[in-house]
């Protein structure tokens, strides 16, 4: 890392829309509310398969009309140690954007995760202002981690954009990301099964979330709402490449189910993320499944 300078990495990827509940081809819209959105990340400009609006309707922008700088106080980033995260949105005349829709309660959420996917943070970065987000963070360890900030601009569609960045540190050791024979987990007590309607690329796909005590196998239906929803899901290829944040079809819903429709976009192994909140905690259940 140069530590003559701020580390400085700029994410010039745009993402179009998935729609998460009813026919994605009718109901992408630019609030962030029940959609899904898509990064193809091989692209510097990815278009929009669903939805996407690019300018003409009403003068609202494409997700490709913005980029993000990503930047640290700190000139050497190590793991395991406390750092400022800056985050700048721009227009691609280099204007900073400072107004922002709320997206489930936030202007921002930003994912992190690992190389090989072990890890993952949610988190929201607070507005201060000339199109910057900042927030405190750290990273366990040393090593490659992708930073995804997901967003909604005032006349514009729902954009992620992403970069990699480098934490100086000893690595962990890396694992496989091998597709779950068991889609039953436990976690703080709870018990969700995950079942998929299909396992078909770019077919429309519901994800059903059954959570149960752990001890007693009741279906626990007084799930109580995480920002603004019964849950939330993130999605990502085994490579970071493609990502989808999907909201669910009934977002007053408690449970026992909580039901989140998305389509994933090429063959592959993809590792999901489901979050709910019960009793005042937010816990977070990992799956990983493979699409044909």
């Not at 489930?104 to 995760?113: A, F, P, R, T």
Request: glycine share 10%.
């Amino acid at each position: 890392m140069n530590k003559s300078m701020m580390l400085m990495l700029t994410g010039v990827l745009a993402f179009g829309v998935l729609t998460a509940c009813g026919n994605p081809k009718e109901n992408a819209h630019s609030d962030g509310h029940g959609s899904s959105h898509q990064t193809d990340t091989n692209s510097p400009a990815a278009t929009a398969s669903h939805g996407e609006h690019s300018g003409h309707d009403g003068g609202e922008k494409s997700a490709a009309s913005y980029k993000a700088s990503f930047s640290f106080a700190s000139e050497a980033v190590k793991g395991n140690e406390q750092v400022q995260l800056s985050i700048q949105i721009s227009d691609t005349g280099g204007n900073p954007v400072n107004e922002f829709e709320l997206n489930h309660e936030k202007l921002m959420h930003l994912i992190i995760v690992n190389k090989d996917l072990a890890y993952f943070k949610h988190i929201h970065p607070e507005f201060s202002g000339n199109g910057t987000f900042t927030i405190d963070t750290t990273f366990p360890n040393g090593g490659e981690y992708k930073l995804f900030a997901d967003f909604v601009p005032s006349n514009g569609s729902g954009t992620t954009l992403s970069e990699w960045v480098k934490i100086e540190g000893e690595p962990k050791a890396e694992e496989g990301i091998i597709a779950d024979t068991n889609r039953v987990k436990v976690v703080y007590g709870k018990e969700v099964e995950l079942a998929l309607s299909s396992t078909k690329a770019k077919e429309e796909t519901m994800l059903t979330f059954t959570i149960s005590d752990a001890q007693t196998k009741q279906g626990i239906s007084d799930l109580e709402q995480y920002l603004g929803a019964v849950g939330h899901v993130v999605i990502l290829s085994e490579d970071a490449e493609q990502y989808l944040h999907v909201h669910p079809m009934d977002e007053k819903a408690t449970g026992p189910k909580a039901e989140f429709m998305t389509a994933f976009p090429n063959p592959g192994t993809y590792k999901i993320w489901g979050q709910f909140q019960h009793q005042g905690k937010v816990f977070t259940i990992p799956f990983v499944v493979d699409i044909q």
